[in-house]
Each structure stands twice: as structure tokens, then as C-alpha cells.
């Protein structure tokens, strides 16, 4: 089955500062890959996703980055604020789209 | 916002109690899905269902059941609670591929965190 990794497990930065999160997969055939946001006491939301037609796709101070070659992706989060802590996870779909696997979370802080 | 509600919010019980956690959406989304995080952060698929009479085993071996008897509803049970079950439960559910539009996106209940003492 897919698997997915993600790094860095934990990452802390200033406010202002960039934060880069970066995933692998390893099913050639997955073409979704989503990224979501856990707030605490909260589940997961969609925040930005990418489908493998596409190199990049960009909302706000988020930004997603899709090497279907190497089979990575990064999530890109610019002048960041402390309202962007949180855990972020990445995923991907297999299995021709009937499944997901998610990466293992990564705890973003911004410090003021 | 996502219209999937899970119950209760909380709670805690004692050692050999029945429960059931509940999960409805309102989006008529055919799958669902239940996930066991624990304080690790990871989430580990535990259930899901393709549609009304369908339930599978996820990737996390569990000693809880779900049923799938109305596509609006995904209820979990354990039988027999232990302290091992301590774990936070998201519920979530998502379009099939192909139905077009925000295909394949999960969207996730807030969760019950549950504690067996």
C-alpha cells in the first residue's frame, strides 16, 4: 500500500518567518494530495490541495509544491502568525483515488 | 464549515462499560471514516465505509465495530471499554471519486476524546 512520510515532526519559527513542511509518497499512480490543518480541540481541515496536472497551486501565504518525479510535495506557509500553530498533516490518495493515507503530522509553533 | 457532528464530545467511563460513539453527516456523502489519534498526533484509520450495509477494517487493528445502516450515520461501539481505548476517535466522510466536484476530500467531525479509567 501507500505510504507517506513527513518532516519535520516539529518545527518552530518566528513570526514573519517562512515554514516548509515537506512530504514523499510511494505509489507512482496517486494523484491528490491534500493537505490539512488541526487546530487544538478540533479536527482536520482542508486548507490547500493539489492534483498531479499541476506543478504548484498557491492561496493566500500558502502554497503547495507537487515533483510528481521524485514523489514529493511541500506545503509553504509565508509570513507566518501565531494563528498558523497548529498540526498539520499531509496525505495522498491510492488505490485509483479510493483511498487516503496521511502523513504522520508535523506541530507547527509561531512565536511571537 | 463541514456538516459532520460527532457525540459526545467527552467522556469518560469505567473499565468494561459499553459505548457508542456517534457520527452524522449532512453532506450525503457516501464514505466514511473513523480515525484513533492518539497524543502522538498521528492518525490511524480505523473503520470506513464505501456506503450504506458496507464496513471494512482500516490500516490499525481494533477491537471496535461500526455499522452503516443510513448513509447519514457511522456509529462506533466497543463492547468491553478498557484503559487501552483511552484515544481521541475522528469521525469524517468524504465523496466518492468521479461524483464530481470536491471529489475525494475528507472533511472531519471534532472529535471525541475518550478516557477508560
Known sequence: GENVEQHPSTLSVQEG????????YSDSASNYFPWYKQEL????????????NVGEKKDQRIAVTLN???????????????????????ASNYNYGQNFVFGPGT???VLP | EADIYQTPRYLVIGTGKKITLECSQTMGHDKMYWYQQDPGMELHLIHYSYGVNSTEKGDLSSESTVSRIRTEHFPLTLESARPSHTSQYLCASSNSPGAGGLRGIQYFGAGTRLSVL
Open chain 1, 68 to 90: 510528481k518525479t521524485a514523489k514529493h510535495f511541500s506545503l509553504h506557509i509565508t509570513e507566518t502568525q501565531p494563528e498558523d500553530s497548529a498540526v498539520y498533516f499531509c
Open chain 1, 17 to 24: 518567518d517562512s515554514a516548509v513542511i515537506k512530504c514523499t
Open chain 1, 107 to 109: 506541530r507547527l509553533s
Open chain 1, 41 to 52: 480541540g478540533k479536527g482536520p481541515q482542508l486548507i490547500i490541495d493539489i492534483r498531479s
